[in-house]
């Protein structure tokens, strides 16, 4: 059965609540420079755009980097916001069939704090084999907003972290 939030809903509010437009904060096309840490550190470069779907709902993610070697490409849909969980879901699909599932909430200082499953790209999952792990990520966006910075942590289980990826995204005009 497929999933439907909001579909044909009366009720619906004609703008976007002001949680999604704090999503305006990561608009824009960003040049991503980073590693993965490890014993030999593997370098990230590439691009992201993030655009809000029509209607301002929704915002779409684009990736497009090199891991190392291998070219990665990702579509990331973020959004509904969920008032309950006061999180945002975000979905992502790469180009090596991966598909990974968050959870996104931000605190009043704008530091974006994204939780959720492993499966990531093969090239970025040098961590568990089975891609079964979990993650999460801390994205800071400068105050005037010209870079942001992500840090991700990997675990096994939830409850024990380790450092996985550093990434400085640098606004282009």
């Known amino acids: 059965m497929p999933e439907t939030h909001g579909t044909r809903n009366p009720t619906r509010a004609a ?13 824009g096309w960003w ?3 980073g590693r993965i840490l490890g014993e030999v550190p593997v370098p990230i470069s590439g691009t992201d755009v993030y655009e809000w779907l029509p209607g301002g709902f929704f915002l779409v993610h684009r990736v497009d980097v ?8 990702a579509l990331e849909l973020i959004g509904p916001y969920d008032p309950a969980t ?10 090596l069939g991966n598909v990974t599932v968050t959870r996104a909430r931000v605190d009043e200082q704008g530091a974006w704090r ?10 970025a999952r040098t961590f568990f084999a089975d891609g079964n792990g979990v993650m999460r990520s801390t ?12 840090r991700w942590e990997r675990g096994d289980d939830g409850a024990s972290w380790q450092p996985w990826m550093e ?3 640098t606004r282009m005009p």
Do not use: I, W
């Not at 976007?16 to 608009?27: D, E, F, H, K, T």
């Open 15 to 27: 703008a976007p609540s002001p949680q999604v437009q704090r999503l305006g904060a990561l608009v």
């Open 31 to 33: 040049r991503s420079e």
């Open 66 to 73: 090199v891991v190392g070697q291998q070219k990665v490409r």
């Open 86 to 95: 006061k999180a945002f879901v975000a979905r992502a699909y790469d180009n």
């Open 114 to 123: 994204f939780t959720g499953g492993g499966a990531v790209a093969a090239v």
């Open 139 to 150: 994205l800071t966006v400068s105050p005037d907003r010209s870079g942001m910075t992500a």
């Open 167 to 169: 990434v400085t995204f």
